[in-house]
């Protein structure tokens, strides 16, 4: 079910400036940009590479406020790596799947992610300290 790494999300105070860093760094190409209110956040994702079922990215994220759970997670632990999200090909599949295994879904529902895709998030006390997404990537038209 959990069939690739869909994108790591960085958490960054300043994301036009760690674009720069990573695009120079590692030669990636911002492909896409977004203000996701719901989330609290600005973002931007860097194309890594594409593989069966969809690409992979790093996806760079700014808090757009303090209380947002970004601006939490770097007052309390600075910027960096911030959450993995898996690509799934149903996202409430796999929110039932996983869920029945006694993992807290943070989620009750699937929401609104980068790229249109559809996203639910596991809570990450249940899955050794890594914040988990799961990622439906919108489907190619
Ligand atoms: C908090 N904790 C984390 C964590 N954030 N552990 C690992 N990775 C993280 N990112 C830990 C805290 O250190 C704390 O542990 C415990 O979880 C509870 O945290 P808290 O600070 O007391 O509680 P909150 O209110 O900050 O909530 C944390 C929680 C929340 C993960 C539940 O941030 C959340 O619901 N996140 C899901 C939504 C999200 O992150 N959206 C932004 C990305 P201790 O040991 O100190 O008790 S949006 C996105 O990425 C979209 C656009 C997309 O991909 O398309």
Redesign the pocket.
């Known amino acids: 079910m959990f069939m690739r790494i869909d994108?790591i999300?960085i958490?960054c105070r300043d994301l036009e400036e760690k674009i720069e860093l990573f695009s120079s760094l590692f030669e990636l190409e911002v492909v896409a940009r977004?203000v996701?209110e719901e989330?609290?956040?600005k973002?931007a994702m860097l194309h890594v590479a594409d593989g069966e079922g969809g690409g992979s990215y790093i996806?760079l994220?700014e808090p757009l406020s303090e209380d947002?759970?970004?601006g939490?997670?770097i007052a309390?632990?600075g910027e960096g790596?911030?959450?993995v999200?898996f690509g799934v090909p149903d996202v409430e599949g796999a929110m039932a799947t996983i869920g029945g295994k006694g993992v807290r879904l943070?989620?009750e529902r699937p929401?609104?992610?980068?790229?249109g895709?559809r996203?639910a998030?596991l809570?990450?006390?249940d899955v050794g300290?890594?914040?988990t997404?799961l990622?439906e990537a919108a489907k190619q038209q």
């Open positions: 994108h999300g958490a977004e996701n989330q609290g956040v973002e996806q994220l947002s759970p970004v939490k997670f309390k632990r790596v911030h959450h999200a943070l989620d929401r609104h992610g980068s790229m895709s996203i998030f809570h990450p006390k300290g890594m914040l997404e990622v």
